[in-house]
Each structure stands twice: as C-alpha cells, then as structure tokens.
C-alpha cells in the first residue's frame, strides 16, 4: 500500500509539472508499443496505425479528448480499419485509481463504452460529496451489481498492477503527462482538435 502511494504520488506530481500543450514529441521507445495480453483494445489488429492512449479518469484534458476529437478518431481512423485504440490507466490520484480498478472489471468492447460513461459524467462523480457512491451508480447502469463493484474498487492488487504499469509508461515511455498518446512510436501529448490529430496520423502512416 505504501509503495502504491509512492508511485501514484510520483505520476501525479510529474503529470501536473507539464504544461498542457498539444504537441508531437519525439519518438518514443519501440518498447512502447508492445500489447499487454490484458489490454483494453478497439480496432482491427491489422490497423496501420496503433494508438496508445494513456489517461487519468479524473483528469478534465482527458474527458475533454473523449468527448470532442477521439470520437471523430474512432468514426473515422478506427472504424474504417486504419487505426487500432489501446486504452491504458495513468492515475494521477487514488479516485482515479479505484474508478480504474472499477473499469477493468468490464470485459470486452463493454470496457469502452463505460470508460466514455465516466468521461461524460467526470464532474458528476469526481468531484460529488461522496465520489464512490456516485462511481456505484454509474456502475449499476453498465450492469454492475453492487457486490461487484465493491469487489473491483476494493481490489488491492488490481491496483497496484495498475500504478505499476502506469509508473513503466513514465520510466520507460517517456509518457510525462496526460492525456498522451503514443502513437507507431511517436509521443502526442495534450488534448489536440480532431484536424491535428488527423494530420498527425496521416503523416505517420505515410512513413513521415
């Protein structure tokens, strides 16, 4: 547990330490790119493009991405097979970290759309009087029973997976923020417009 807290504390104090600013960064370790066999993925494995996308459920940028730009991303880029989403947890404080914990009991293509559930409903539930009941309610409407999702928010080692591989993307990756994207090996950070992103995507996938 103590460790646990070290590490979050250490993601968090590094994400806010960066300006939010929507550029595209250098390229990151090839490493980055490996999928994890417990990967939340959307798209076909044959995508040109693989999209890894690092984020903290709390953070408004994030919420902000998912609502605007990565739903065009996934209409367009995603659904007509040239791009592939994997979805991984940046917690930058421990509400962040239980609502993941929570998220990760959702198996499949459910896991996205309950991950949008939570973005559309962020200030709802990350700044309520009493957050884990209303993370319970948004739970119950992705079909959760209540003796489930006390199981997952509880669950100790799931988040200490969590932190751990989050604490890898920053050590390893060179992920300093979020959102950020890292993308066939190339760092994006901030939430950027759809166009930026589009532009962006066009050239990596063009080999520029």
Request: net charge neutral.
């Amino acid at each position: 547990m103590k460790r646990r807290q070290i590490l979050l504390g250490t993601l968090a104090v590094t994400a806010w330490a960066v300006p939010f600013v929507g550029v595209a960064g250098r390229r990151a370790s090839a490493q980055a790119m490996e999928i994890f066999p417990d990967d939340h993925i959307l798209g076909s494995a044959d995508a040109k493009l693989t999209i890894i996308e690092y984020a903290s459920l709390t953070c408004p940028h994030c919420a902000a991405l998912h609502e605007n730009a990565l739903k065009r991303i996934k209409e367009s880029w995603i659904a007509d097979g040239r791009a592939r989403l994997v979805f991984r947890h940046y917690p930058l404080d421990g509400l962040a970290l239980r609502a993941a914990a929570v998220a990760d009991c959702i198996d499949g293509d459910r896991f996205f759309g309950f991950l949008d559930l939570l973005f559309q409903n962020q200030q709802r539930w990350a700044r309520a009087d009493d957050p884990i009941k209303e993370l319970s309610q948004i739970s119950r409407l992705a079909g959760m029973s209540q003796s489930q999702f006390d199981s997952c928010v509880g669950n100790e080692a799931a988040m200490d997976k969590i932190v751990t591989r989050a604490q890898q993307a920053r050590t390893e990756f060179g992920v300093e923020s979020t959102p950020t994207m890292i993308v066939n090996g190339r760092k994006i950070e901030g939430a950027l417009k759809f166009e930026e992103y589009d532009t962006i995507f066009a050239k990596i996938a063009g080999g520029t």
